[in-house]
């Protein structure tokens, strides 16, 4: 089921910095209700610049932003609310209690105390048992479920986590993948910011790709992978070739393995894939195979594909 | 209005004073005494009375000013620096609060703390010479006049500072100085005439002059200047907070 129902706005949003540096150009983005969206792109490519100007750290130089219809500037308040931000870097207090700083952040946002729903943030990131220590007494892992457990403290419908899981341990980073899994099941809009393809490609519902301050594009996961995927067909011939046939070459084939396999990449997308003709041809030519199988293309080589277009 | 957003902030700015206790009350109270000892004892011996009253109790509203001023714009300066040095004010930009609440909740604080301290120097003082004060509630609109509005000046610093060194350089070159100027250990009319008028371009010659009417019914200005250019400072300081937040200076790039 494809729920339309847009709870943040991102219209032609761009920034430039007081240095002159321009770090978004005319972002214009919908995220859905309930779906978890990752924003992919290599380090500077803007997306903590985007999530600062819909949380309200960054005032954007043009455009508009709106959370369930709210005016991030007019009606701050109202969007502000809404939100909860986990931001990149481990900002903590030191010398506060867990318990504590939790607390503070749900004042903050207007919100009276709570203590049931608190235990319930604490319990989920596993801090419950940490909750009177000192902060600066957690590790780094502990510290980025604090910072998670502070941006629920005040129930948000939206939460934005900013590479959530940057220089954390491979264990860690399925601890997290889960915590993210069970916040959008309770029905949490949540965007989050990596550079990890496999991250993306493990959580998200729909994925947008920034590089040089522009959204390249933003789509369903599995179109996405579907859309921009190249397959590759491997054929393990009977006897291996010492070079490709002439009459072989507009295929843009390879020869692996020691010329024992043949190597061809296609174009899913494509209205034809060019798979008959070529197999035609190696009947023609007398090319016995024993084998075929194809391979998808994973994330990442389709990201480098994106980000390597000319912009 | 956040109230609880506020609340949230200044329990904060609160707690972080406890547990700082020694550093926040004692040190101003150990130095303020010092202080007293010395300018009163010695300075004290040879000049008797100022206007009618004892040179050691004479200085006691002075020396009150003293701590009151660089404590509020220690305090609130640090306060707001401090988040921003260490990235936390992430959290309070990201929330549903106004500037106003904001300054309420930092600058509430800042100024809480340095008026409760000004009492515990009175208190203090008051077991060393004897004080009597003339207009308690006026005294009370002084202290805390001033409090929250060398608090919104500290603030003001703590936002425009970029390092520890410029967050410390101002009160000590400028605060200081002007408080020393202000006459707190003197009556105006000790100096020569043409110190006189240069003194009165010093903003803080009027709060040390009103706070010390409120103690003595002497002063330097009328009672009528000391409050009107408090209270033009105060706006000052608001009009500043207010562009601060307006531009997004120094909090939002
Ligand atoms: N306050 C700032 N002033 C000037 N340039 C900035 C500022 N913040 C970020 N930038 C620049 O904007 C670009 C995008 O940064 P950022 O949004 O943090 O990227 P990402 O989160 O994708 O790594 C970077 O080149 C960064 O140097
Ligand atoms: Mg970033």
């Known amino acids: ?311 | 209005m956040n109230l609880h957003g506020v609340k949230a902030i200044y329990l904060f700015e609160m707690a972080r004073t406890w547990r700082t206790l020694l550093q926040s009350v004692l040190a101003p109270v150990i130095s303020t005494s010092l202080y007293f000892f010395v300018f009163g004892a010695a300075i004290g011996s040879r000049i008797t009375e100022v206007d009618g009253v004892s040179y050691g109790a004479f200085i006691v509203p002075g020396l009150i000013m003293l701590s009151l001023l660089m404590q509020s714009v220690m305090n609130a300066s640090f306060g707001i620096y401090f988040p921003r040095f260490i990235g936390t004010i992430y959290e309070i930009l990201s929330a549903p609060v106004s500037y106003f609440e904001i300054v309420l909740g930092y600058v509430g604080a800042a100024a809480t703390k340095s008026a409760l301290l000004g009492l515990i120097i009175l208190a203090t003082a008051s077991l060393i010479v004897p004080i009597e004060i003339a207009h308690p509630i006026w005294m009370m609109f002084f202290l805390v006049l001033t409090a929250v509005t060398f608090s919104l000046l500290g603030f003001i610093l703590g936002i425009w500072a970029d390092s520890f060194e410029r967050l410390q350089i101002v009160p000590m070159l400028i605060i200081t100085p002007l408080t020393f100027l202000g006459g707190s250990f003197y009556s105006i009319d000790m100096l020569p005439p043409v110190w006189q008028t240069v003194t009165l371009f010093n903003p803080i010659v009027y709060l040390i002059s009103g706070f010390r009417w409120s103690f003595y019914e002497n002063a330097d200005v009328s009672l009528g200047i000391s409050v009107t250019m408090t209270l033009a400072f105060l706006v000052l300081c608001l009009m500043i907070v207010r562009g601060i937040f307006r531009t997004g200076y120094r909090l939002r790039p």
């Open chain 1, 1 to 311: 089921m494809e729920s339309t129902d847009i709870v943040v706005s991102i219209e032609s949003v761009s920034k430039t910095y007081d240095t002159g540096f321009k770090a978004l150009r005319d972002v214009t983005l919908g995220i859905r209700r309930g779906e978890i969206l990752a924003l992919l792109g290599p380090n500077g490519a803007g997306k903590t610049t985007l999530i600062s100007i819909v949380c309200g750290l960054v005032n954007a130089t043009e455009g508009k932003v709106t959370v369930n219809g709210h005016d991030i500037v007019d009606d701050y308040r109202a969007a502000r609310s809404l939100i909860g931000l986990v931001p990149q870097e481990l900002t903590t207090d030191s010398f506060e209690s867990v318990m504590g700083t939790v607390k503070f952040s749900r004042g903050l946002f207007g919100k009276g105390p709570d203590p049931a729903h608190i235990e319930r943030v604490l319990r989920d990131v596993w801090l419950w048992d940490r909750k009177d220590d000192e902060i600066r007494t957690l590790s780094g892992g502990m510290k980025r479920r604090l910072l998670i457990a502070k941006a629920l403290s005040h129930e948000p419908q939206i939460l934005f986590l900013d590479e959530p899981t940057a220089g954390v341990d491979v264990e860690l980073r399925k601890d997290m993948w889960g915590t993210v899994r069970k916040l959008r099941d309770s029905g949490v809009t949540t965007i989050l910011t990596t550079h990890y393809i496999d991250e993306a490609e493990e959580l998200a519902d729909r994925i947008g790709v920034i590089n040089n301050g522009e959204l390249i594009l933003v789509e369903e996961k599995t179109r996405l992978m579907r859309m921009l995927g190249r397959k590759q067909l491997t054929i393990e011939l009977h006897d291996p070739l010492a070079e490709l046939p002439e009459r072989l070459g507009g295929f843009g084939l390879e020869l692996a393995n020691g010329g024992s396999e043949l190597v061809f990449t296609y174009d899913t997308q494509a209205d034809r894939t060019g798979i008959t003709a070529l197999l035609d041809e190696l009947n023609d030519a007398n090319i016995g195979f024993k084998d075929l199988h194809t391979t998808q293309s994973s994330l990442e080589e389709i990201f480098v594909n994106l980000v390597k277009r000319p912009t």
